[in-house]
């Protein structure tokens, strides 16, 4: 039988940081309620001409540069921080990266779970017919109110995964469980630019989305916990997916230590909460920092607030060293721009309605770029490439 799952995958931040010891510095808190307490040390903040499109696009481009465009006619973007009501946000990347018009593009949104309904959309593509690749994107930026409990848990950043029949990083297995449930534990009104979050409820909502998930898991066949050798969690803040893995240790009565979901923190500690990107910049972390993956089985667990859950598992391929970026992402991250805080706060609080006309000044150092809006059009372009051929364009 095929074997289908990601052939490869990349990630991409944005332009600026800031540093959660000066925030709590200047909250008057301590530093570890953020680094401990939340299990994060900074996040990243996109820049006045970065958004979710151009993250999306700077993810996608490696893979491009890697593999080309043959074979691909769908690309799937999930986002909860979407830039249009109507239009999909993979149509701005699709024209970025110069991608075949002989396509399907469309839009994904049920919060940080979307990437993962993405994902499990491209494996039913790739199994109709094995000759066709799918790329899924998925780019957050994530905003709460400045001085509020959220704060200190944004975040910025996209994933991109080309899904093929026999991956080179992991083969998805098809057994999945899943859970779903109307409840208000976080929400994006249509008017507001930042979220609402009653942070309780959603770590019980987090929590009962996993033991539904696994128990729907184990009811349809899936493997039993024993047989899983590492986890990777949905992380909002890394301690989350601490709390969640002692939480499924519990329900299935097991020892489940921190170690076998440990190098899945290193990216998200660093760039924050990224929504839809979470758990796959988390398998992108377990992936470039663990050199005993071959052969091994990933537990994986999706969540999205409101509520939707997915436990899932996929087996590491034996060449997954040869696709690492870990090199390149540390590169990306360490050369952010440090913002200080009167200026986060100044772009924090920016707002350009759809009806002003918009320059957006030239900051990001990226591939890509917001230029601003025009004739209530959001308007992209490249930076560093030629923009009269593209880099994926067969026409």
């Known amino acids: 039988m095929t074997t289908i799952g990601i052939h490869d995958l990349s990630l991409a931040t944005a332009h600026h940081v800031v540093d959660l010891a000066e925030l709590a510095e200047d909250a008057g808190v301590d530093p570890a309620k953020y680094h401990v307490g939340l299990g994060q040390d900074r996040m990243s903040v996109p820049a006045a001409d970065e958004d979710i499109v151009t993250m999306g696009a700077e993810a996608a481009l490696p893979l491009l540069e890697r593999h080309g465009t043959d074979g691909i006619r769908t690309l799937l973007f999930a986002t909860e921080s979407g830039v249009d009501q109507s239009k999909s946000a993979g149509l701005f990347v699709h024209e970025l990266l110069g991608l075949p018009h002989t396509m399907r593009v469309v839009e994904f949104k049920q919060a940080c779970y979307g990437a993962t309904a993405a994902l499990q959309s491209a494996l039913g593509f790739v199994a109709r017919n094995p000759e066709e690749r799918v790329l899924v994107i998925s780019s957050d930026v994530a905003r709460y109110q400045l001085e509020s409990a959220g704060e200190p848990t944004q975040g910025a950043g996209a994933v991109a995964m080309l899904v093929a029949a026999d991956p080179a990083l992991l083969a998805i297995e098809p057994i999945s469980g899943v859970a779903a449930r109307d409840v208000d534990d976080f929400w994006r009104p249509n008017d507001s ?203």
């Open 193 to 395: 630019t930042t979220a609402v979050v009653d942070g309780r409820l959603s770590l019980s909502a987090y929590l009962g989305a996993l033991t539904t998930a696994w128990d729907d898991f184990t009811a349809a066949g899936g493997v039993g916990i024993d047989e899983i050798d590492r986890f990777c969690f949905h992380q909002p803040f890394t301690k989350m997916a601490r709390k969640a893995l002692a939480g499924l240790a519990q329900h299935t009565g097991t020892t489940l230590p921190d170690e076998l979901q440990e190098a899945t923190f290193a990216y998200n500690r660093e760039l924050g909460n990224t929504y839809t990107a979470s758990l796959y910049a988390g398998l992108a972390s377990l992936l470039d920092h663990d050199d005993d993956l071959a052969g091994t089985r990933i537990g994986l667990f999706s969540y999205g607030s409101g509520a939707v859950g997915e436990f899932f598992t996929g087996i590491v391929q034996p060449g997954y060293r040869q696709r690492r970026r870990r090199e390149s992402i540390e590169a990306r991250i360490a050369g952010r721009v440090r913002l200080e805080l009167p200026a986060y706060r100044e772009l924090h609080g920016a707002e350009h309605p759809s009806d002003t006309e918009w320059e957006a000044p030239s900051v990001t150092a990226g591939p890509f770029r917001f230029a601003g809006i025009r004739d209530r059009a959001r308007r992209y372009e490249a930076t560093q490439l030629d923009a009269a051929q593209p880099p994926g364009r067969r026409d």
